[in-house]
């Protein structure tokens, strides 16, 4: 008999030493001059996210060893990182609010879960629709966009709410983990207030530091929504999924399976968690955080409240983009007060426990976040930035460094599973070759190659926290829709590389060109609408679907 390991002692072992090889290495190549030295660190953190599967020891693992190719010595590595990396982090007013916002509005999911609004909202919603399976599809995307503040809540709550509901619907668990899947990222990536926003502005920060420039992150971020073209294209796909019937590949034989057995004998449902919850529970606390922070914008920023145009509003934001951080704060502490009220008679020691219980949930994205600030400050400091600027120079044309940063990014998502490791591996360095790339002659045309660039990094970092094996949103849509990982993987990868594809040839290569997005976005949209067409033999369950 054989002697077999664990895979997760393999998985640590491996790199435990991938991290001790290459913090020698960089020990050994401190002070040299090398070409592709300065992105030693980064490579060393994709490497160890891979194998490791964890974003927090593989960005951390990165920094400690730019820090130690920084400093040359052992002595001077830790107060070179603490110095240098870490305290600079506290000493931002921005990024402190950023940790803020990430931590209260874990509290905040936690205490709208709790409270059952989000339950009695769907039991409210599936009296009025009956059990039509196409309807019900709709629901389920529906509230997906509904609870659109953090991507693994949405997954989670959407495949553990809704699995009764899609059992007696005769919708496989496979389309309810899709569903639930692609309005999970796709969702929390274009949304405006949600736990990733802190982060993505960070990055864009992180990324105009690196070339020591000021930006206006919240209008950036605006701006590269509409060019965000795998998120739109993903959401898009899902729609044609529902309304057209089109189950691709392995998809085709669960629809086929679950309209056999539509009865749900299968499946056992299950039961909402809370059954004393209102729908207002739910909708309230959701419509203060999402409108105080406009409302309070609007009101530090206009110089009369009266009249209010879309002119006003833009101008009224602008001057108050230096205070976003901290009303972002403000507004997830009043949601989360409204949040409380529904537990209210349970007493304050359950409330705090609930609320506390989500903070504690995000202690950890937090310290990926840490991570991914001192990493970022690692590569900038050893001037990443400049020497791959100089590697490509000459060798992509700016027209196409979209698509290649798209290209990229999906490829280190995929491979990595996460998204939040890809924005900070690459948004520090894909910023700053606006600048230093050559081919761009206005300030016009850099600007929105800067927009652009910003889109493609959240578009390749959404593809693999969507379909990867290894993405946490991947691997709780598919547990809480009661249906095994890589079972979630093979039937939704068809969709992700048609949203994918589009996204390439409709979107990043055209807007590369000087493509207006709103063009790229609707032939997108209209080309994806129309594989169906293409493909009749794939549209399976049409006559579950009416």
Known sequence: ????????????????????AAFVLCGTLSGKELTGLPLLPSLTALLLVFVSR????????????????ISGELIGLFPQLLVNQLLPIFSSPWKLSAILFTLLLGGFVALLEAGGGLQALLRRLIRSGEKKARRTQMMIVGFGFFVFFDGLANS?????????????AAISREKLAYLADTTSSAVACLAFVSTW?????????????????EADVYTLFFRSIPANFYCWFALGTAAVCIWRNFNPGSMGEAV?????DSSGASHTPTEDTDTNGHWLHAVLPVLVLILSIPVAAYWIGSETLWPLTPSTFADAYAEAEQYVPQILVLSSVLASLIAMIPLVGKGARTTSRVYLGGIRDLLIPVGILLSAWMLGSVITQLGAVDQLSALLDGRLRPEFLPVAIFLVGAC????????????????????????????????????????SVIAAVFSGAVFGDHCSPLSDTTIVSSIASGIEPMRHVQTQM????????????????????????????????VAIAMIPSLFPGQKQGATCSS
Do not use: K
């Open 1 to 20: 008999m054989t002697a077999s390991f664990p895979r997760s002692s393999i998985r640590t072992w491996s790199s435990l030493a991938i991290f001790g």
């Open 54 to 69: 964890s974003a927090l020891f593989g960005l951390l693992g990165g920094a400690i060893c730019g820090g130690y190719l």
């Open 156 to 168: 989670m709550l959407i495949g553990r709410i809704m699995r009764s509901a899609a059992d007696r």
């Open 197 to 213: 926003i802190a982060f993505q502005l960070a990055m864009i920060q992180e990324g105009y530091e690196a070339v020591g420039r």
């Open 256 to 260: 086929r399976a679950a309209h056999l």
């Open 412 to 451: 280190i998502s995929f491979s990595t599973g996460t998204s939040w490791g890809t924005m900070v591996v690459l948004m520090p360095l894909a910023i700053p070759l606006v600048w230093t790339i050559g081919g761009i002659d206005t300030d016009l045309a850099r600007e929105q190659m800067v927009v």
């Open 494 to 525: 068809p969709f992700a590389l048609i949203a994918a594809g589009a996204a390439v040839f409709l979107g990043f290569l055209p807007l590369g060109f000087g493509v207006p997005s709103w063009i790229c976005w609707l032939v997108g949209l």
